[in-house]
């Protein structure tokens, strides 16, 4: 679902996001009537929208609906990110671009989410680094050359990267 939401469907989505339970066209009206003149149609119209695209799911009460969000915001947002990203002709630079717009407090959540996915995956990092060890410990391989990164480079490797693909 990476497509992005309109405005009003963005305004929509917060809501039932936010509320993380099933919510009805006239509660959402309520709320964002405290922002704007909107009426219940259009109210209904959007969420018949989000609910045909498969942002939200809804079931039947009475003669109205509940919707419920069918994946949280954060997936959205990185969903998002993922389709900006793999349409770069240079995703890299595109990285680059984009740490460079963050504010202090973003670049550490990013910091903090890099290390909770490496914690994530010590069992693969640990059999990967034996894997890439032991050739050289039964002196089958020639020595790394000094100053080579940390777990070596593989070919098609960019250089400078290291075997994990994972920045210092």
């Given at each position: ?68 969000a069918v994946s949280t915001r954060a997936a ?93």
């Amino acid at each position: 679902m990476p497509r992005r939401l309109g405005d009003l469907e963005d305004a929509v989505m917060t809501r039932v996001w936010e509320w993380n339970r099933p919510v009805t066209v006239r509660e959402v009206l309520e709320d964002l009537q405290k922002e704007r003149s909107i009426a219940y149609t259009t109210v209904m119209t959007v969420l018949d929208n989000l609910h045909q695209k498969g942002w939200v799911r809804r079931e039947a009460e009475g003669r109205a609906y509940r919707y419920e969000a069918v994946s949280t915001r954060a997936a959205y947002a990185a969903a998002l990110m993922n389709e900006a990203w793999s349409a770069s002709d240079n995703p890299a630079a595109a990285l680059v671009a984009f740490f460079g717009m963050m504010s202090p407090e973003q670049r550490q959540a990013l910091r903090d989410a890099v290390r909770m996915v490496e914690v994530d995956e010590p069992a693969e990092d640990a059999e990967q680094q034996a894997q890439e060890a032991a050739p050289a410990e039964e002196g089958e391989a020639e020595a790394a050359p000094q100053g080579a990164g940390e777990a070596g480079s593989t070919e098609g490797d960019e250089p400078g990267a290291n075997a994990t693909g994972k920045g210092r």
